[in-house]
C-alpha cells in the first residue's frame, strides 16, 4: 500500500479497482445494519460488521454466499442509506453536505427514484462471480463528480439568432443554463470546493479567444459577487485566523459561477467546512432553467471577420489555488456543455 496524494494508502497493484482505492469497500457498505438516529447524517451507521459477525446485506431476494452469511435487508433500496455519508452537519449546526436532503426536496423523492438508480444503475448480471445471473443487479460504478459523470448534467443554450453584427456595437445576448439531470443540485457534495461555471467568449476559426465577454453584476443582489469568478485574496484553506489567504476562484475573471460559498466567523471565503457558519449559495436546482444576460460590446478590430460566439459550461471538484497549498494535482476542468454561433461582423 501507498499514501495518497503522493501514493501514500492507496493500493498500487495494477489490478486494483479504482473505487476501491477510495477507501469505501465491499464490506462498510454491506455489513451496515441499521441507522442510529431517524435522519441519517454524520455517518451514524450501525455496522455488525465485529469478530464472530459476518453477515453482508443488500436488496437482492434470495441471496446465498459460501462465504459469509447474507439478508435481505430494505435499507439498500433506499437513498437513506447514501444519506449516512453524504449528510454532514458541522459542530456549528450548518449543514456543510447535504446532497441527500437536496434529493429529498426533488420530483425524484416524490417518485421513489433513489440514488441507486443514476450511480449504482440495475443491469443483468451476476452480483458474485458463483452467483446467477440475476435480472436485476444493481453495478457499482458508483459514476459521480470524480468522472465523466458530469458531461451533459446541465445544456447550455445560446439564445442569439442574428448572423450579422457591426463591430463598436453592443449586443445583447441571452444565454440559459438549463436542464439539470442531477436529482441534487448541482454541483453538490463537498460544496465548498466543487464549482460550476459560465464562460462565454468569442473565437476565431482556429479556437482561439479574441474576446472574453464577462457577466454583467446585479446590484439587486448584495451577494452576487460571489457568483462571480474572482481571483482576489480572500479565501482561506482553514479559518481565517490560520491561514494564509489564497486566490478564490482561480479561473479567469468575469465568469458566472455556480457554487456555495463557506463562511467564517470572520465573514472570509473558507474551504474548511467545520469553521463555515454560514454558506451563500446559487448551485442549479434539478429541472430549473437559469436565465443569463449579458451584453456584447463588438470590438472595432474585428470588422470584417467571421468570428464564433461561444457560451460553455465546466466542473471542477476544487480551485487550483486550494490544490496548490494541498500540494495535490489540480483538479480536471470537465465540459458539461456548450453552445456556439457562426457570426459575422460587418464595418459599422
Not at 435499507?75 to 444519506?83: I, P, Q
Not at 460504478?141 to 453592443?170: M, P
Not at 442549479?284 to 444576460?293: F, H, M, S, V, Y
Amino acid at each position: 500500500m501507498s499514501r495518497c496524494p503522493t501514493g501514500k494508502y492507496r493500493n498500487t497493484i495494477a489490478a486494483a479497482k479504482h473505487n476501491a482505492d477510495r477507501g469505501v469497500f465491499c464490506d462498510f457498505c454491506h455489513s451496515i445494519e441499521n441507522i442510529a438516529d431517524r435522519q441519517p447524517f454524520n455517518h451514524n451507521y450501525i455496522s455488525d460488521a465485529r469478530p464472530g459477525r459476518n453477515t453482508k446485506r443488500a436488496d437482492l431476494e434470495f441471496p446465498w454466499s459460501p462465504y459469509h452469511d447474507t439478508q435481505v435487508s430494505e435499507l439498500f433500496e433506499t437513498a437513506d442509506l447514501c444519506g449516512i455519508c453524504h449528510n454532514e452537519k458541522n459542530p456549528l449546526g450548518v449543514w456543510v453536505k447535504a446532497t441527500h436532503r437536496e434529493w429529498s426536496d426533488t420530483m425524484y423523492a416524490e417518485r421513489d427514484i433513489v440514488c441507486q438508480h443514476c450511480h449504482m444503475p440495475p443491469r443483468q448480471s451476476k452480483p458474485a462471480k458463483m452467483g446467477p445471473v440475476r435480472d436485476w443487479n444493481h453495478g457499482h460504478w458508483f459514476g459521480g463528480g470524480f468522472t465523466g459523470f458530469v458531461e451533459g448534467a446541465a445544456k447550455v443554450r445560446l439564445c442569439f439568432h442574428e448572423g450579422n453584427v457591426g463591430a463598436g456595437t453592443t449586443v445583447p445576448l441571452q444565454i440559459t443554463v438549463g436542464d439539470i439531470a442531477t436529482g441534487h443540485l448541482f454541483p453538490t457534495g463537498a460544496t465548498e470546493e466543487r464549482d460550476v461555471w459560465l464562460h462565454v467568449a468569442v473565437y476565431d476559426r482556429q479556437g482561439n479567444e479574441l474576446q472574453h465577454i464577462p457577466v454583467p453584476p446585479n446590484p439587486a443582489d448584495p451577494n452576487d459577487r460571489y457568483f462571480i469568478t474572482s481571483n482576489r485574496l480572500e479565501a482561506y484553506p482553514s479559518h481565517s485566523s490560520y491561514s494564509k489567504a489564497i486566490a478564490r476562484d482561480a479561473l479567469p475573471e468575469g465568469n458566472r459561477i455556480y457554487q456555495d460559498v463557506f463562511l467564517d466567523s470572520n465573514g472570509n471565503v473558507i474551504f474548511g467546512q467545520w469553521y463555515a457558519v454560514r454558506i451563500i449559495g446559487n448551485c442549479l436546482e434539478p429541472g430549473e432553467t437559469r436565465t443569463e444576460k449579458y451584453f456584447w460590446k463588438v470590438p472595432q478590430d474585428l470588422a470584417g471577420k467571421q468570428v464564433y460566439l461561444r457560451a460553455t459550461l465546466w466542473y471542477r471538484r476544487m480551485a487550483d489555488s486550494h490544490a496548490e497549498v494541498l500540494g495535490i494535482d489540480k483538479r480536471p476542468h470537465l465540459l458539461v456543455s456548450q453552445d456556439e454561433k457562426i457570426v459575422q461582423i460587418a464595418a459599422h
